[in-house]
């Protein structure tokens, strides 16, 4: 096996579920976030004698993003900033609620997972990008903003606002309906 | 306490932020902390972004890439490097390795691994250097937490779809012991899960892994951390810290007791 190869299996395919995650969330059909994928792995593995290690998160993150764009038919850096929420959305994935016995509190769950994930879909694509990148994939700042190829600034007041708009969304009080749970 | 008002009112709301990322060096931190305890409007944001932060971790759908999409990827590699020859690997590795062996460079790191060797027993050390250095990586990098939460009700779960085990993720917080978060780790070719607390200013991992049966190492101080294994259930734990040797001991008295 070559040295390239060997360095990609244990650098670039541990952060397949993020890549695979991203590209969910940005794509809508008839695009498929396998097909997005797939392209982006394949661009990044004859590239891949150009990244440090460190770096080999954000970097694959930002050729997927390049390659939905592409897939899309758009340009470079040009995020669509309203989606239709005509987007089937799936439900959350099971292993989030395992753990979690009391089939009522199951339930709830899912319609909370339901809920959550159709107000993402619709928030807008840079939005939702950062909140994916943020929250999901715990990613810092400094990291984003290589993904998504803006200052650190911008990174901070998109995550704010998108932070702001989630929470309006949802209506997130403290003592509110998605909370029920608690 | 409610906020209804503009999304951010304050001056300070980025800095916020930024200190719920995490972002903020300890003295910027710090500043924000003071000022969380006098602004009504970024204690209620603060409230928000933690509650917009739970959300998202315990109810938004996390997409995992199938098999089918991981052997087409194993596919193009083959394709792309041109050999699907699986058993090429062995003989290009042991090649490498007996050229390395025959080079200085080689015999000097031969002579260095077996002193090494010889003072405990190799897997016993090995294991502790593993731990040692998956404690440090997780205090220089910004991946100490992957959920943040004193809530063991958010983290346990968080686990079975993070790692190999969910061990209880308990608040010790009146002992002193608060609870802060839990992430996934590799140690000692596991896929570890980690508790981690605050003791004051220090950070403690609580590493858990499935027990393979292999004796563990004594509790042991390396490059000034206290390192501490137990086994509970079919669970290996062990502690880490720069805490005392004393503190450190506590905690794993609580957790010990918390399993019974």
């Known amino acids: 096996m070559s040295d390239r190869r060997r360095r990609f299996e244990a650098q670039a395919i541990p952060h397949l579920d993020a890549a695979y995650n991203l590209a969910r969330w940005l794509a809508r059909p008839p695009l498929d976030a396998d097909d997005i994928v797939q392209d982006a792995m394949l661009r990044a593995y004859r590239a891949f004698d150009t990244v440090r290690g460190n770096d080999v998160k954000p970097w694959l993150m930002s050729i997927v993003r390049n390659c939905f764009l592409t897939a899309a038919g758009r340009s470079k850096d040009k995020l669509n900033v309203a989606i239709p929420p005509d987007h089937e959305i799936a439900i959350a994935d099971s292993a989030l609620i395992a753990g979690q016995p009391d089939p009522e509190a199951t339930v709830i769950q899912m319609e909370r997972s339901r809920d959550l994930n159709k107000v993402l879909a619709t928030l807008p694509e840079d939005f939702r990008e950062v909140l994916v990148l943020r929250e999901m994939e715990d990613m810092s700042y400094r990291e984003i903003a290589q993904v998504t190829g803006v200052p650190i600034g911008t990174v901070m007041s998109r995550l704010a606002r998108a932070r702001a708009l989630l929470k309006e969304k949802c209506h997130l009080d403290v003592e509110g309906p998605l909370h029920a749970v608690q | ?260």
Request: with cysteine.
């Open chain 2, 1 to 260: 306490m409610m906020w209804k008002g503009p999304s951010m009112p304050c001056n300070e709301a980025l800095r916020v932020q930024a200190y719920f990322d995490g972002e903020l060096d300890a003295t910027t931190a710090m500043a924000v902390e003071q000022h969380l305890k006098v602004c009504v409007e970024c204690a209620a944001l603060y409230t928000d972004l933690d509650a917009t932060r739970k959300l998202v971790r315990e109810s938004a759908a996390y997409h995992r890439a199938g098999d089918g999409l991981r052997q087409s990827i194993t596919a193009m590699l083959d394709r792309e490097s041109g050999q699907p020859a699986k058993s090429r690997r062995w003989y290009a590795g042991d090649h490498r390795f007996l050229s390395g062996l025959t080079s200085g460079v080689g015999a000097t790191a031969l002579a260095a691994t077996v002193v090494f060797f010889l003072a405990a027993p190799p897997t016993q050390n090995l294991l502790v250097a593993d731990v040692t250095n998956a404690h440090l990586r997780s205090l220089m990098s910004d991946h100490l937490i992957d959920v943040v939460s004193s809530d063991h009700h958010t983290v346990k779960p968080w686990f079975a779809g993070h790692t190999d085990v969910s061990p209880p993720a308990v608040d010790y917080s009146k002992q002193g012991f608060r609870l802060v978060g839990g992430r996934a780790d590799y140690v000692d070719g596991h896929r570890a899960a980690v508790v981690v607390y605050r003791h004051g200013l220090h950070v403690i991992n609580v590493f858990a892994w499935a027990a393979d049966g292999d004796r563990l190492p004594d509790a042991v101080e390396r490059n000034g951390y206290h390192i501490v294994f137990w086994e509970s259930g079919d669970l290996v734990f062990c502690a880490v810290s720069d805490t005392g040797e004393s503190e450190l001991t506590e905690l794993v008295r609580l957790m010990k007791e918390t399993k019974a």
